[in-house]
């Protein structure tokens, strides 16, 4: 569900950034995130967590680029800000909450 979710919530910080920049958007989209982040927390998807980590990296980099168009600036800020706001809730909950690992299924 987590990884869905996660796509789910670029998808609407796409959205946001081309439809509705201001507003209550961006704290939605970042309380969305934060939710996300728990999700990927509960669920123990430390792809996702590795993931944010790589994305916020890279995007960052694309968004001190001088020379990149505004629409892309507001696509690269608004996805930043979503995944961001998921590697905050999933990493700070890995480190106060550290959970067990799952068992794995034994092989016939």
Aim: proline share 6%.
């Amino acid at each position: 569900m987590a990884r869905i979710l996660f796509l789910v919530g670029i998808v609407a910080a796409v959205l946001v950034a081309c439809v509705a920049r201001g507003g209550i958007f961006p704290w939605v989209l970042g309380a969305f995130g934060i939710i996300v982040g728990i999700l990927v927390w509960w669920e123990g998807t430390a792809g996702i967590l590795v993931a944010t980590i790589a994305l916020i990296v890279a995007l960052s980099a694309i968004l001190q680029q001088p020379l990149n168009p505004e629409w892309l600036s507001h696509l690269v800020f608004f996805v930043r800000l979503f995944v961001a706001h998921v590697a905050l809730a999933a990493a700070a909950l890995a480190i106060i909450l550290p959970r067990a690992p799952l068992p794995r299924a034994s092989e016939p």
